[in-house]
């Protein structure tokens, strides 16, 4: 799993375009939601988790190289 292609974002897009990205998103497929999607908002939760934490996210970023 990508978590920039699960956000929607870019790899390099900046700390303010993830959390926006999953703000939106989160919304959107928030179980609670008409139309929610449980395992999508988990998806979701865990990129922002990873990539949403810049420490993380160099972790992440070296990882995959």
């Known amino acids: 799993m990508n978590y920039y292609d699960t956000l929607g974002v870019s ?7 993830i959390k926006k990205a999953y ?8 179980p ?3 139309g929610g999607d449980d395992a ?9 988790d990873v990539i949403g934490d810049e420490n993380k996210r160099a972790n992440y ?5």
Do not use: P, W
């Open 11 to 17: 790899e390099t897009a900046t700390q303010d375009e």
């Open 23 to 30: 703000r939106k998103l989160s919304k959107q497929y928030h």
């Open 32 to 34: 609670d939601m008409s």
């Open 40 to 48: 999508k908002f988990k998806e979701i939760a865990e990129a922002y």
């Open 61 to 65: 970023d070296n990882r995959r190289r």
